[in-house]
């Protein structure tokens, strides 16, 4: 743990007092939560995933089992695992146990392979996977077997699902530990973390070749939980249905899952956002608020249009990650029955919200407030000066939920944060008079397909290594259904030919996701360059 201190950013001791003293941090790690809520209302469903339903208590005590369980299987306080598992409910008290234990889970998307998990888990010196044995086809502990064996220093695989092979630990035998719940219940309490730990990384959008992991501390995550909650009205009646992969930010803890369980209220689980089961899933649940990016809601409102169906228990549906035309807003409420809120957020911080009750201006043509009244906000032009009000500008934000820097790389850090803490957000936006964001553009240089950020150094890093090919660059091109998808420009080497399928084929057998993959190849006989020699995607963007 000694280790992780190193590699994480604190926030300035004057500002981490200011914090603790208005109230912000409140100094208990979010474990701590898990048995007040159970004691609150031990019987209320708090977890619903297919036919599984679990109580408060149930949830607590088989967190509690899992933690005891994470520690005789050799994992202590300050380790790091990395987490890839679908939308279920072991999903959910995994991450309450990594919290429980003070194990900072890294969360990883189902679609991720080798190239994502190995380089990450060399990054933070993972201990151990957390993997499904196989989804959708796949074999995911065959592949976090392969991983582990790529990794600095020993880590296990621990799988959840029937098939467990010899010498990976069985998840779900666990949890279902025997023992006696109240001592195991007190030493957890009497080894818990500190506050300022690291409770979770999570995975940067990234516009670098190197991995990005945020480490969000217990004190600023139960702010952003707590407050995110409070913005958008989560109280015990809520019921909440998760579509998006659990282990991005915005489904996990914006409120999502985190804010219905701090409210007392439920969530619900889905393993994919298809429109057939998120509507019955709806009805039988009686769902009040669910939260998805715009690619998916225009998916429900053709599904929604081509046969109605009775969503009246709906009230909100969140939109947010990627950018949402004011006039697809101003249609969904009609199509789906509820309000719409948008939502801009990051896994680096900031979350701006538009009232549970806002007005239409508001809610269809704004990307909403800080949810903090001590978020910092300012907006500058290329040479780093404030832009006069209404104009837009590069978002800089500060706060008490925003870290000062990624885990682990400072020479990342001195580009992506001022010398005085703000991060640079790389979005373009302004700001209406009543203090609403509106997201304008981007300067970062990524691929934003349906609310998945991917960077494009990442690809075309990969690309590079390919021996046809002499020079690449990965740019958006625009697509009606997903926002953006990736276009690779490719320069090759005399002789050379490569065909989209050839790459593609490539870059899976390097063991990139495949939601990265470059859905459209050009190939060129000559590159435009800027003035320094790199690739000139201006250019690129106007001939995609
Ligand atoms: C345009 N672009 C947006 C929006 C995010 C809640 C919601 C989203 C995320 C998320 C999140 C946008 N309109 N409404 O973590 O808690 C783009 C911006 C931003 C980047 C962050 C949450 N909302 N974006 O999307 O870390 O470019 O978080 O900087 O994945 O998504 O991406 P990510």
Redesign the pocket.
């Known amino acids: 743990s000694d280790d992780i201190l190193e590699r994480v950013v604190p926030w300035p001791a004057d500002l981490a007092h200011a914090y603790r003293a208005a109230g912000c941090w409140r100094g208990r790690p979010l474990g701590s939560y898990l048995w007040d809520w159970a004691r609150r209302r031990p019987d209320r469903v708090a977890i619903v995933d297919g036919e599984v339903r679990l109580t408060y208590r149930e949830l607590a005590e088989r967190a509690d089992g899992l933690a005891a369980g994470f520690a005789a299987s050799g994992l202590a306080r300050g380790d790091t695992v990395l987490v890839q598992l679908p939308n279920q409910w072991e999903f959910v008290v995994v991450t309450l146990a990594c919290f429980r234990l003070g194990v900072a889970p890294v969360m990883m998307l189902p679609p991720h392979r080798e190239h994502e998990l190995a380089s990450i888990g060399a990054h933070v010196r993972a201990k151990a996977l957390i993997v499904p044995d196989t989804l959708k086809g796949y074999d995911h502990q065959d592949l976090a077997e392969r991983v582990a064996a790529t990794l600095p220093g020993p880590a296990r695989v621990l799988v959840v699902g029937d098939e467990v092979r010899a010498g990976n630990v069985d998840v779900r035998g666990l949890i279902k530990q025997s023992g006696d719940p109240e001592a195991r219940r007190q030493w957890l309490d009497e080894h818990a973390p500190a506050a300022s730990d690291v409770a979770v990384f999570?995975l940067?959008?990234g516009t670098t070749g190197v991995p990005k992991v945020i480490g969000r501390t217990h004190d600023d995550y139960e702010y952003n939980i707590r407050r995110c909650a409070a913005a958008c009205g989560f109280d015990p009646d809520t019921v909440y249905l998760t579509v998006l992969p659990a282990g991005?930010?915005?489904p996990l803890?914006?409120p999502g899952i985190l804010g219905a369980l701090y409210a007392g209220g439920r969530a619900v689980l889905l393993p994919s956002p298809r429109p057939e089961p998120v509507f019955e899933a709806i009805e039988a649940e009686g769902v009040t608020v669910t939260s998805a990016v715009p690619a998916v809601v225009l998916k429900w409102m053709e599904a929604a249009a081509a046969s109605p169906r009775d969503l009246r228990t709906l009230r909100h549906v969140h939109?947010?990650?990627?950018?949402?035309a004011p006039e697809v807003a101003a249609r969904i409420g009609p199509s789906l029955g509820c309000r719409v809120q948008?939502?801009?957020?990051?896994?680096?911080g900031l979350?701006c919200y538009t009232a549970p009750d806002a007005a239409d201006e508001e809610a269809h043509g704004t990307?909403g407030r800080p949810i903090s009244p001590f978020d910092e906000l300012l907006l500058v032009d290329p040479d780093g000066e404030p832009v006069a009000p209404g104009e837009v500008g590069e978002l800089l934000t500060r706060g008490p939920y925003t870290p000062r820097g990624y885990f682990g790389v400072p020479e990342v850090n001195r580009q992506s944060f001022t010398p005085d803490g703000w991060f640079r957000?790389?979005?373009l936006v302004r700001l209406t008079p009543a203090g609403n964001v509106v997201?304008c553009g981007?300067v970062?240089d990524l691929i934003?397909r349906g609310?998945e950020?991917i960077s494009a150094a990442e690809v075309e890093t990969l690309a590079q290594e390919l021996p046809a090919v002499a020079e690449a660059a990965a740019v958006a091109m625009p697509d009606p259904a997903l926002g953006e998808r990736v276009c690779l420009f490719a320069r090759l080497h005399a002789g050379h030919t490569l065909t989209l399928e050839q790459l593609c084929a490539a870059l899976t057998a390097r063991g990139l996701a495949a939601f990265k993959l470059p859905e459209r190849l050009v190939v060129l006989d000559a590159f435009p360059h800027t003035a320094v020699g790199k690739a000139d995607k201006k250019v690129l963007r106007t001939m995609v």
């Open positions: 999570l940067s959008g991005h930010n915005f803890a914006n939109v947010g990650g990627s950018v949402l948008q939502v801009y957020g990051m896994a680096e979350v990307q957000t790389g979005d997201v981007r970062k934003n609310g950020k």
